[in-house]
């Protein structure tokens, strides 16, 4: 079954740093644009970063949402078949729950995605 499965997530002290993994589970994430998104209590899905699929020239792009920008790196290792986030500098504003994503296309809607991971925790204390 083809699954996405998130981890690295815990509990950390402002200023301090996380990396998230996501593993492709009979899905080959290359060839598909990846977004990372989180959910904090009592709010929205919100996109956090993305990377295209590279295309023919294998060249990915990234983009990050502005409370992001700076802190937070998204990349992907072909061989292993993962999607990483390292995120330093985290504030409390960054507690959320955090969900790696796959899209047949950087601009699909942010539902739409093909395959979604259950889901890592990230709480930061102040």
């Known amino acids: 079954e083809a699954q996405l499965v998130e981890s690295g997530g815990g509990v950390v002290q402002s200023g301090e740093s996380l990396k998230l993994s996501c593993k492709g589970s009979?899905?080959?994430?290359?060839?598909?644009?990846m977004k990372w998104l989180r959910q904090a209590p009592g709010k929205g899905l919100e996109w956090v970063a993305a990377i295209n699929n590279g295309g023919v020239t294998g060249t990915s792009s990234t983009s990050y949402a502005e409370s992001v920008k700076g802190r937070f790196t998204i990349t992907r290792d072909r061989a292993e078949n993962t999607l990483y986030l390292q995120m330093d500098n985290l504030g409390p504003e960054d507690t959320a729950t955090y969900y790696c994503?796959?899209?047949?296309?950087?601009?699909?809607?942010?539902?739409?995605?093909?395959?979604r991971g259950q889901g890592t925790q990230v709480t930061v204390s102040s």
């Open positions: 994503a796959a899209y047949a296309y950087l601009y699909r809607p942010l539902s739409d995605w093909k395959w």
């Open positions: 009979e899905i080959t994430l290359n060839t598909y644009a």
